[in-house]
């Protein structure tokens, strides 16, 4: 049974999956024959069944081109070639023709912990099967995070039969993208880049995979929504693209394209319990996320200013004594204001609520880093604050600029809010830790010199550059604090610390 991928609470992360068509050709089959032997019964007895065959032929493959070529006969409409047939040869199949060179069937063995067989000395792993674009004529392919998660073993194959095997860039779960780079893969023909930012409702669509593994598929339907929000038991995602082109399993990572053929959004996920309904991260997003994981390594969320944590909308109308119905959102609070940034001088202050971002609704500190993930630093953000006072609650529009984390934030959370120095080198179990200060969140959980970090957030850290880069990760994504895994000699430790 090939691997099913799940999101709670009833959306499915499209999944990958193996189908087999035998069944339904044998039955398509009998159903033609059945047809065919009922029309020939169905024939005056005096007319031979050879001469009534020959009457439905010019039918058949006269098609759409009568109508364009009213005046043809019968033997001129069968001969005009379908490539050269206006009504046949519609801007889809001009799309389709540009960009199927550019799809890829991505399939994936993903290993499986599976103690019984390790002690017989074998492994299991898994096959799934999910979709990817090239973006980047070099071997740069796009797909989901959740087609390549964990995999040992990637293939992608085009709809000539080449298959390459393939390395991750890099990826984001969180977004649920990632990039990956084709093995000595020759000059490909990538996608045209689209925008996401002028889409019309109601425009056509065209959605190209690899559903249920059968290969390249083509489906069509319009835009039923834009900056749709995906609501899951974790979290909701903001922004996605909403089309009733068919998205099945497997179609994950695939291109959601224009009537142009232009990449518009990358396929995500489908409502299994509607028809119709699939969702897909808009190119805007997805090329930007893209352009960070294949540069840096990860994605580079410009920076507010601010650490950031959930909190209850319930919570705060409880705290100013508003009464009625109790909102269950979350939405990201301001714990912290750092005053090299320019947060303070645009008047972002500790308490403060943030509930929208260019006019759209965030629900928590996720939400907000995944919005933000499509700007560049040096943008102007316009973010919708709650803040409370003595006499009430009101809602202001603060214009924060996003910038890049500098370095003082990164030396400050080591020497002031962990209160630890590091030894210079590499280290196998960590970045081994010098001196600790009496008053630091480290000395406070019993750290002590010689001790050593061995991973943040599960980044695991083997020198004093990779926890600077391990915290600049956080806190560029807003957070106040990090679970960190502490190394004393053979033993090991996890527990929250400020950052």
């Known amino acids: 049974m090939l691997s099913v991928v799940n999101i709670p609470s009833g959306v499915n992360l499209i999944p990958s999956s193996a189908h087999r068509p035998s069944l339904l050709a ?13 029309a020939i019964a169905s024939l005056p007895r005096d007319s031979p069944p050879s001469t009534a065959v020959a009457q439905t032929v010019p039918l058949s493959t006269a098609s759409s081109t009568d109508a364009a070529n009213p005046n043809l006969a019968d033997d001129q409409v069968a001969a005009v070639q379908p490539a050269a047939d206006p009504v046949r040869r519609t801007p889809v199949v001009e799309a389709v023709e540009r960009v199927a060179p550019a799809v890829v069937s991505i399939t994936t063995e993903v290993p499986v912990n599976d103690p019984f067989r390790r002690a017989w000395g074998g492994q299991r792993s898994t096959v799934t099967q999910g979709s990817g674009v ?8 796009l797909t989901n995070a959740h087609v390549v998660s964990g995999a040992s073993r990637i293939l992608a194959t085009f709809s000539d039969g080449s298959d390459y095997e393939a390395d991750i860039l890099g990826i984001d779960q969180e977004l649920d993208l990632a990039v990956l780079r084709l093995r000595g893969a020759p000059e490909l023909t990538a996608v045209p880049i689209g925008s996401s930012a002028d889409l019309m409702l109601g425009e056509p669509t065209i959605a190209i995979g690899n559903p249920f593994g059968l290969g390249l598929t083509v489906t069509t339907g319009v835009i039923s929504a834009t900056r749709r929000p995906l609501e899951t038991d974790q979290r909701v995602y903001q922004d996605f693209l909403q089309t009733d082109a068919s998205i099945n399993p497997g179609n994950s990572g695939g291109p959601l394209l224009n009537a142009h053929g232009r990449l518009i959004g990358i396929n995500t996920a489908i409502r299994p319990d509607a028809e119709g309904i699939g969702f897909a991260i808009p190119v805007d997003r997805a090329i930007k996320v893209a352009t960070d994981l294949s540069t840096y390594g990860q ?18 109308d409880r705290e100013a004594g508003r009464t009625g119905r109790s909102s269950s959102r979350t939405a990201a609070r301001v714990v912290r204001v750092h005053d090299e940034d320019g947060a303070a001088g645009a008047g972002l202050k500790r308490g403060d609520v943030i509930v929208a971002v260019e006019g759209h609704a965030v629900q928590g500190r996720a939400d907000l880093n995944a919005f ?128």
């Open 26 to 38: 044998g039955a398509l089959l009998g159903l033609i024959a059945s047809v065919v032997g009922a």
């Open 299 to 316: 994605v580079r969320i410009p920076w507010l200013g601010v650490d950031l944590d959930d909190v209850y909308l319930s919570e705060l």
């Open 372 to 499: 933000l993930a499509g700007f560049n630093t040096g943008s102007a953000v316009q973010l919708t604050v709650r803040r409370s006072s003595p006499s009430g609650g009101r809602e202001l529009t603060i214009a924060v600029a996003a910038r890049t984390l500098p370095d003082s934030v990164i030396d400050d959370s080591l020497s002031r809010v962990l209160g630890i120095a590091l030894s210079d080198g590499e280290a196998r179990g960590g970045a081994p830790i010098s001196a600790v200060a009496p008053g630091g969140a480290f000395a406070k959980v019993g750290g002590k010199p010689g001790d050593a970090i061995a991973a943040i957030n599960g980044q695991a850290i083997h020198s004093a550059a990779d926890l600077r880069t391990a915290i600049a990760t956080a806190k560029s994504a807003h957070r106040d604090s990090a679970l960190i895994t502490v190394r004393r000699g053979n033993s090991l430790s996890r527990i929250t610390l400020p950052l």
């Open 134 to 141: 090239v973006i980047e004529s070099d071997g740069v392919v």
